[in-house]
């Protein structure tokens, strides 16, 4: 197959690097900067393109969409009007969804919204320990994520990087991230809020700091704090279940887990090991995402998170701005 991958920023590199480590070098690329198509055509070797019509001369087959969130919906459809199986990256807007879903449908056309944590193995542990129900019920969750936004791209100045503007700030965008694999593991939300403000000295007029409230279906009772803040970077979760707790640091890629029947702590370590220089996040789930993604086309796998539920989760994000 010929990938075609659309905006060649940090995503847009990492899923060049996610499909090379898979074998698959029938690469094109696509951005309207000349930087970023002389990088990624000097480092990876593809044939990269600043006018998008003359990329599709070439025929792709399959089209990975890495631009900024606010740009998503036009290539989704410029997929769909080529008739090409399409990944694309977390968004911040619903706009247009609905009508993109019902051209899906229409041609058949293989969606996949990013689902990244559903790829990651601590995440994996955590929901096979919460189906299991070894531990009881769970009752309540506390999620907490954080980085400082200028440390996200070191390389450019958060004025001119999406992350700083307001309607596709990092807080907005992490939110909905975030949901997308805590609603996986407990469930639907059925009441949603939050408080958001600027606190902080950050030189962009964004909201750096969602305290997030929700209450899943089953009357699990959830918190999730997002913030750009933190200068140490963080991802933790702690899980109140009715026989034992789980708790799972990202950046020490552990799930440690107690259980009142042997009333000891229980630690599983994360199996991820590709890492790239410059980055937090070891590589590993993001390639396993692109590979489901792959063997999906193929016949051979189904993709965890379609069209409709990524709409389900954007609304959120819109239910809980509205009930701020």
Not at 9 to 35: A, V
Not at 111 to 126: C, D, E, G, L
Not at 176 to 199: A, H, M, N, Q, Y
Request: proline letters at 4%; glycine letters at 6%.
């Amino acid at each position: 197959m010929r990938f075609f991958v659309i905006g060649l920023g940090s995503m847009g590199k990492r899923r060049i690097r996610n499909l090379q480590f898979l074998g698959e070098n029938d690469i094109i690329g696509f951005d309207t900067q000349e930087k970023r198509l002389k990088e990624c055509n000097e480092k990876y070797k593809i044939k990269t393109y600043s006018d998008i019509r003359d990329a599709i001369k070439e025929n792709p087959d399959v089209f990975i969409i890495s631009t900024p969130p606010d740009h998503h919906i036009g290539y989704e459809f410029l997929a769909t009007a080529n008739n090409k199986p399409f990944f694309c990256e977390a968004g911040v807007s619903s706009v247009g969804l609905n009508e993109l879903i019902a051209e899906c449908r229409k041609r058949k056309i293989f969606a996949a919204p990013s689902a990244t944590f559903r790829f990651n193995s601590s995440v994996i542990k955590i929901k096979e320990i919460i189906s299991s129900g070894e531990i009881g019920n769970p009752v309540s969750l506390t999620y907490h994520m954080g980085q400082y936004l200028p440390d996200w791209h070191p390389y450019e100045n958060i004025k001119d990087f999406y992350v700083g503007k307001p309607e596709t700030a990092a807080t907005r965008e992490m939110v909905p991230f975030e949901l997308e694999w805590l609603t996986w593991i407990f469930g639907d939300i059925s009441e949603i809020f939050c408080i958001r403000g600027k606190v902080s000295s950050l030189p962009v007029e964004i909201n750096d700091v969602y305290q997030t409230i929700f209450r899943f279906e089953s009357g699990v009772i959830g918190h999730l704090l997002v913030e750009v803040v933190s200068r140490t970077p963080v991802r933790s979760l702690r899980v109140v279940c009715e026989e034992g707790t789980i708790e799972w640091d990202w950046l020490e890629d552990t799930v440690n887990v107690f259980s009142v029947s042997n009333k000891k702590w229980v630690n599983y370590k994360g199996s991820e090991h590709v890492k790239e220089n410059g980055y937090i996040s070891k590589e590993d789930m993001y390639i396993e995402e692109i590979r489901c993604f792959i063997e999906t086309i193929k016949g051979n796998s189904r993709y965890p998170f379609s069209l409709e539920e990524y709409l389900k989760v954007l609304k959120l994000l819109e239910s809980a701005e509205k009930n701020s």
